[in-house]
């Protein structure tokens, strides 16, 4: 039952109560109108609150190891008395069914503890949708009082890039002897990386991690880092043994301090905000236009022209947006 006193969830979470914390992001999720407009107030009065916390972008090949890294990570940040959240931006579950419920119950450690909070993304909807959502509730566990945010991207593809434009770091994680250590180059991921490290650096895969950071280090000379101030460093790792895992940190921190020192981050920051509101625009935009009653009229008849050829998909749209330029969205 969602109780309609902004107020009730706005304290609650203030006072860190878990139980109204997942209430709140259960009505930032909601797609019913009611519960839109009643999480836009709470929102909008918990912002000030938030941005204060580390924001920590994480991706990976499938088979990396994203769940055991972040478990072991997060479990080392909760002995540094920190509190973290960890949220997930999955755009392909709603043909999936995605793999965020099954990464929760593998990291059953962190799962359990006080301090930390595990959120899958919700089923279904498009990436914008996803990530519109995936903001808002990053500020509803920032005014609770988490100070450090992980953002793993579970689907491929653009969420990469869209996860990389609400983090303050952004982690990539590769695998050794896989054969494809410079596959991430051509994919675009590793020139958003602002670290790279290579896992499962355990065992027999040690010398085969070693191999594969020179391979990176090599690589990424060849790109033009996103900032001036910054070169991302390669490391190997291992959830297992827990090697490099502190290492990781201390360079978050210290790429940190740097793009502070720079006035980099508070740049960063604005133009992320700056980001989402024109994200926000296309979609709000979007969702307009197809309640439109011309449009609704109009869609089933082009779109079947369309599929058949009769009609060009440029001529479509034009003719879609020739029904409402003249009308108010």
């Known amino acids: 039952m969602i109780i ?7 304290d609650g979470v ?3 109560n878990r139980r109204v914390i997942a209430k709140t992001i259960t009505l930032v999720e909601s797609s019913l109108l009611a519960h839109q407009n009643l999480a836009k107030t709470i929102i909008d009065k918990l912002s ?4 204060k916390a580390v924001r920590i972008g994480i991706t990976g090949v499938p088979g990396v190891g994203k769940s055991a890294f972040i478990e072991s990570f997060g479990m080392m940040l909760l002995k540094d008395k920190h509190c973290i959240a960890v949220l997930a931006v999955d755009p392909s579950s709603k043909k999936s069914g995605g793999s965020v419920m099954g990464d929760k119950t593998r990291m059953e450690r962190l799962a359990v ?6 959120r899958p993304s919700p089923s279904g909807g498009t990436l914008g949708g996803v990530v519109r959502k995936t903001r808002e509730t990053m500020i509803v566990c920032e005014a609770a009082g988490f100070d450090v945010m992980i953002v793993e991207t579970v689907g491929v593809g653009q969420s990469e890039t869209t996860v990389a434009s609400m983090v303050d770091f952004f982690l990539v994680l590769m695998l050794s002897g896989a054969g494809d250590e410079l596959q991430g180059i051509k994919k675009g991921v590793v020139e958003l990386a602002d670290a790279i490290a290579i896992t499962k650096a355990d065992g027999d895969n040690i010398e085969k991690a070693k191999r594969a950071t ?3 280090e090599t690589a990424l000379h060849l790109i033009n880092p996103t900032s001036p101030s910054w070169m991302p460093p390669v490391v190997t790792c ?17 790429h940190r301090e740097k793009q502070k020192g720079s006035g980099e981050f508070e740049e960063k920051r604005k133009k992320q905000a700056v980001d989402w509101m024109w994200s926000l625009v ?3 935009l979007k969702d307009q236009f197809y309640k439109i009653p011309d449009v609704i009229k109009m869609l089933p ?15 479509a749209v034009y003719e879609l947006l020739s029904s409402i330029s003249n009308k108010k969205i």
């Open 113 to 118: 503890e006080e301090r930390a909070f595990i």
């Open 48 to 51: 000030p609150y938030s941005g």
């Open 214 to 216: 020179k391979e990176y």
């Open 14 to 16: 203030l006072e860190g």
């Open 238 to 254: 291992s959830a297992l043994t827990l090697e490099g895992i502190n290492e990781i940190w201390d360079i978050v921190l210290n």
């Open 301 to 315: 008849k082009v779109t079947k022209e369309v599929e058949r050829g009769k009609t060009a998909p440029t001529a």
């Open 4 to 10: 309609e006193d902004a107020n009730y969830y706005i």
């Open 282 to 284: 296309e979609e709000g």
